[in-house]
């Protein structure tokens, strides 16, 4: 098969990882008969350097002629400051939002041999760790209007609105259901109820959906208690759908249980098939030229991308079982390093995995 992947190399630590990711993907090609095209988009704090703008439309166009979008991160100290729309971020949203991305899949999986880098107790690890978070990106407190107004005082008042209309939770709650019938069949709906408005028609639209999907054993919990049961017992979880910003916050915290932030990948996808695969972590600004950066997210990621966007499951299998046989051989990166265990930088653990995938 031939396909053509438009590639966003990002901003400080992220081109470490994605360089990594590249090789895996030629390695890939040349194993199973596949040719990878890859086209450059500039985005983020890379295109603010060149073209004053984190996304502009030239460059998205590139993304929606793509097959798929490979991400690192973008955005770092370099662009602090700059003003809400000019920001690298709004790059990111800006492509979300224009390739129609609203479904964010999140899998928190502990892979076994990084059991002793979970900062949770042996016993609750034991217990299993696999959920996935499925989270609404296109919609909520992110896309909002927002507004700095001057209060009478002269005091500044700034304004963030959390919009949901019921088709874009019905969307969403419809692929939760889905992702749980596919697994084991589990799905919490993660909101805030008892406060906001939004939360209350989440949940007026999940119970709709719920009649269609008997067999789905359904519930609901606010999002501060998941996370604290995120800690205490993560085996609970199967599948949780949330709204765009707790899923954000809930992300970054589930990764760690598993050991690191630099294990977790991610899709995006709306109704085709072509989405953006990026790890959940970000750009990493304080570490980034030291080759210290696990790239093993980006790699997965990948994995992610060969699986939904392209159909090749024999090839992200193979991926997942080279992740798999590296941390066998106990190689590890900085992040997840654990007694007994052998510290390769970032350049080292792509080599490491390109080298298990031969
Ligand atoms: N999707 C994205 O492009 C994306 C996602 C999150 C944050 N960001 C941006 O990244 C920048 C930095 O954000 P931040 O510092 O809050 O979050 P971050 O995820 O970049 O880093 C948080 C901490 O985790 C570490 N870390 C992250 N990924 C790692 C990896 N793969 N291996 C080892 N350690 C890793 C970092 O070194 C840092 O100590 C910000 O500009 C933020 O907006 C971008
Ligand atoms: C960089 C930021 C806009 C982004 C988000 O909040 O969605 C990031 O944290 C993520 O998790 O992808
Ligand atoms: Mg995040």
Not at 21 to 40: M, P, S
Not at 166 to 190: H, S
Not at 258 to 278: D, F
Request: hydrophobic letters at 40%; proline letters at 4%.
């Amino acid at each position: 098969m031939e396909k053509n992947i438009a590639v966003i190399w990002g901003d400080c630590a992220s081109p470490e990882i994605v360089t990594q990711a590249i090789r895996v993907l030629d390695r890939i090609g040349e194993k199973f008969g596949h040719t990878f095209n890859y086209t450059d988009v500039a985005m983020g704090g890379e295109a603010i350097d060149k073209y004053g703008d984190p996304l502009p439309q030239h460059e998205l166009d590139k993304c929606l002629a793509s097959d798929s979008v490979l991400l690192g991160a973008i955005g770092g100290p370099k662009w602090e400051g700059m003003a809400g729309d000019k920001r690298p971020e709004k790059g990111l949203l800006r492509m979300r939002a224009g390739m129609g991305l609203y479904s964010n899949n999140r899998p928190t999986k502990i892979w076994p041999q990084l059991a002793p880098a979970s900062p949770l107790k042996a016993e609750i690890v034991a217990q299993g760790i696999d959920f996935v978070i499925v989270r609404e990106l296109t919609g909520g407190v992110y896309f909002g209007d927002r507004q700095v107004n001057i209060l009478e005082s002269g005091e500044k008042q700034a304004v963030d609105l959390m919009p949901y209309a019921e088709y874009e939770i019905e969307r969403i709650g419809r692929i939760g259901f889905d992702t749980a019938m596919k697994r084991r069949k589990k799905l919490c709906c993660v909101d805030k109820a008892n406060v906001l408005e939004t939360s209350r028609l989440w949940r007026e639209v999940m119970h709709r959906l719920q009649a269609e999907y008997p067999e789905v054993e359904y519930s609901e919990m606010f999002v501060d208690n998941c996370a604290m049961q995120i800690v205490k017992n993560p085996s609970q979880f199967d599948v949780i759908v949330t709204e765009n910003m707790f899923g954000d916050i809930l992300s970054d915290e589930a990764s760690m249980i598993t050991g690191s932030i630099g294990m977790i990948p991610s899709s995006s996808l709306g109704q085709g098939t072509c989405g953006v695969y990026e790890p959940i972590h970000g750009s990493a600004p304080d570490i980034a030229g030291k080759d210290v950066i696990n790239p093993t997210a980006c790699i997965l990621s990948v994995a992610m991308m060969l699986r939904f966007s392209f159909g090749m499951s024999a090839e992200a299998d193979a991926i997942e079982k080279a992740v798999s046989d590296v941390l066998d051989q106990g190689l590890r990166t900085a992040d997840n390093m654990s007694e007994g265990c052998t510290q390769l930088g970032c350049i080292a653990m792509g080599d490491a995995i390109v080298k298990a995938l031969c």
